[in-house]
């Protein structure tokens, strides 16, 4: 892909939350359609990508989580509208495991689950999970170093690698 001139940039944050080798993930609605995801959006004034991530797991799924490592870094070009969202997805812990996800109805979350992702059928989970966990997931139980994923869009839908 070539780079664009964005004419807007903006920041977000994500969360990978483990229990018992399941991932805590929010099915939401969005204009794309309705996916799974991890709990996750975008950053605000004078929040760090860290307190963003905790912040997204409290609205979307009812939890408190402490941010542990860091993941991956992610850039989404957004090619019809010029604009490009830096962020990154963080492993974080439950403060308080005995608490069980609900979903935050108000925020567009129709669904929060503890699941194996790969459990879900193509085109389930959101474009920008399924990129993490694509690389996250098989090496999760490794300490290896964070990597970097790209997403390209368009006007007519998500462009390949």
Known sequence: MSPIAPTRTTAGAAVLVLRSDRLLMIR???RTGVRWEVPGGGQEAGETLEAAAVREAREE???EVAVDR???TYASYRLHTGTVVLGAFYLGTLVNPDVEPVPQLDDGIVEVRWMDPRSLGEGELGPLTERVLDRW???????????????WRSRSGYLPD
């Open 137 to 151: 997931w098989p090496v999760r139980h490794q300490a290896d170093a964070p990597f970097h994923v790209e997403l």
């Open 61 to 63: 799924a009812g939890v």
């Open 70 to 72: 860091l993941i991956s």
């Open 28 to 30: 939401q609605e969005r």
